[in-house]
């Protein structure tokens, strides 16, 4: 089972700027499927960003100039860079992976989240 653990979120001033880390105990595979969610309270679950394992990315129109997913394998390391962060970004980021051994099974691992909270 691989586990994923998020870092790097914490208290910004709108026009910041914050990295985060998720860290998967076990090895992160080429075709892995990885992504970071947010979800503020009250609010529904976001997709904020994906970047497939031959290093395609896509992202929320709400992030898209500001945000960057990246990948490093070697170190089955997942990055969320965000920049000019806003009042709006707040909320708790949690990373994902999606694995497909067979045809039939997909298997899914969340991270716990980490808090993200920019204030004007």
């Known amino acids: 089972q691989v586990q994923l653990a998020e870092s790097g979120g914490g208290l910004v001033q709108a026009g910041g700027s914050l990295k985060l880390s998720c860290q998967a105990s076990?090895?992160?595979?080429?075709?892995?499927?990885l992504k970071w969610y947010r979800q503020a309270p009250g609010t529904q679950l976001e997709l904020v960003a994906s970047?497939?394992?031959?290093?395609?990315?896509n992202y929320a129109d709400s992030v898209k100039g500001r945000f960057t997913i990246s990948r490093d394998n070697a170190q089955n390391t997942l990055f969320l860079e965000m920049n000019s962060l806003k009042v709006e970004d707040t909320a708790v980021y949690y990373c994902?992976?999606?694995?497909?051994?067979?045809?039939?099974?997909?298997?899914?691992?969340w991270g716990q989240g980490t808090q993200v909270t920019v204030y004007s």
């Open positions: 970047i497939t394992g031959g290093g395609i990315t």
């Open positions: 994902y992976l999606e694995r497909s051994p067979t045809v039939e099974a997909t298997m899914r691992f």
């Open positions: 076990g090895r992160i595979f080429r075709l892995d499927l």
